[in-house]
Each structure stands twice: as C-alpha cells, then as structure tokens.
C-alpha cells in the first residue's frame, strides 16, 4: 500500500529565510508526486505536480520540488519566505487504475501535513 | 468555470440528526471522491466514485453514506450524525485520464454538539 510520510509537524522561520519541507513516500513505483496547501479557513490548493520527466518541478508562489527516487523523497523548498506563506502544507503521492471499463482514474494519499509558521 | 462547489460550508448539528454534503463539478470529470481533515490525522479518504454509477468505500467510511447522482454530483449523507463527525469535509474531482491532477472544493466545516 502506498503511504507518504511528514516528518515534520511544525516549522517555523524567519521571513525571508529559506525553507525546505520534507516529504518521505512508499510505493511499488514511480508515483505522481503532489505538494498541496491550505491557508487558514480555506481549502486546498495546488502548488506544483510531478509525473515524469524533469526531477525538479518549479509551482506557484515561488515554490520548487525535486523528486529523488533513490530517496524516495519529494522535499518542498522556497529560497525565501514571505509572511503569507505560513499555512499547512500537504505533500500528497497517486494511484492510477483502470477499472474494467478501461477508464484509469485515481486516488491520492496525503501526508499528514506540516505546519509553517512565518516570524517576521 | 466554476469547478468543484460543495454546500453547506458550514453547519452545525445535534447528535443524532441527519444532513447531506452536495458536491458538484462543472469539469466533466469522471471520478469524485471525499475526504475528511482532522487536525494531525491529514486527509482520509471517506468514499470514492471512480465513475457514474460506482462508488467504493475509502479508508474511513463508517457512518456515512454517498450517491453519485449523475456525472456532475457526488453526494455524502450523515444517516446520525456523531460528535466523532465534527471535521472539515472536502470533495474532489479528477478527470479519468493517467497523470490528471485531483481538484478540491473549498472545504465544509461541521460540528456535531
């Protein structure tokens, strides 16, 4: 069975310091790789996705992430965090099927999810 | 484009009284699923419809039920609603072709008293 693993439950930083959110995952093989966030009272939102191709995967809001598979990992980093960045993050892997009627669908698995907090 | 909508956003009910969470894509999307956040549990997935016409249970289904009513809707029902139900509901919808992304709604926030 597939599972993601956070390590980390809370972060904080300074703004403007770099930040880096560990994601650890378990699958049989190459997954589709997610980093979601969630601000206070609103619901999630995307920041980047990887599929194939290019290890390190550039999203929203200045965000990148690169898949190592020796590590099984897909760590979130930014080089320098603003204030509106403090929200939780989810790092989240898929699974793609395909029913009997030949249409693949999927599901996700989420990690437990990593709170920031931003000091100014 | 509107994409996933979920009504209620918020509700609060009594122990033992019913309600139903509507879920609604305007994507064409095949599959539609539901989960629940809990604080330091994550997102659990609740039910899952991989198309028209099917639903699977997920990892934590007990006490709650769903329709997939057509393509577009993906309901979840609370036959007796339990304090343990106090969570934020999320609906999500993704398109049936391999390396789609998952969409998420806003998020229902319920409490059972």
């Known amino acids: 069975a597939q599972s993601v693993t956070q390590p980390d439950i809370h972060i904080t930083v300074s703004e403007g310091a770099s930040l880096e959110l560990r994601c650890n995952y378990s699958y049989g093989a190459t997954p589709y790789l997610f980093w979601y966030v969630q601000s206070p009272g609103q619901g999630l939102q995307l920041l980047l996705k990887?599929?194939?191709?290019?290890?390190l995967v550039q999203g929203i809001k200045g965000f990148e992430a690169e898949f190592k598979r020796s590590q099984s990992s897909f760590n979130l980093r930014k080089p320098s965090v603003h204030w509106s960045d403090a929200a939780e993050y989810f790092c989240?892997?898929?699974?793609?099927?395909?029913?009997?009627?030949?249409?693949?669908?999927?599901?996700?698995?989420f990690g437990q999810g990593t709170i920031l907090t931003v000091h100014p | 484009n509107a994409g996933v909508t979920q009504t209620p956003k918020f509700q609060v009910l009594k122990t033992g009284q019913s309600m139903t969470l509507q879920c609604a894509q305007d994507?064409?999307?095949?599959?539609m699923y539901w989960y629940r956040q809990d604080p330091g549990m994550g997102l659990r997935l609740i039910y899952y419809s991989a198309s028209e016409g099917t639903t699977d249970k997920g990892e934590v289904p007990n006490g709650y039920n769903v329709s997939r009513l057509n393509k577009r809707e993906f309901s979840l029902r609370l036959e007796s609603a339990a304090p343990s139900q106090t969570s934020v509901y999320f609906c999500?919808?993704?398109?049936?072709?391999?390396?789609?992304?998952?969409?998420f709604g806003e998020g229902s926030w319920l409490t059972v008293v």
């Open positions: 999500a919808s993704k398109r049936d072709i391999s390396g789609n992304t998952i969409y």
């Open positions: 989240a892997v898929g699974l793609i099927r395909a029913n009997a009627g030949g249409t693949s669908y999927g599901k996700l698995t």
């Open positions: 990887y599929f194939s191709g290019d290890t």
């Open positions: 994507m064409n999307h095949n599959s």
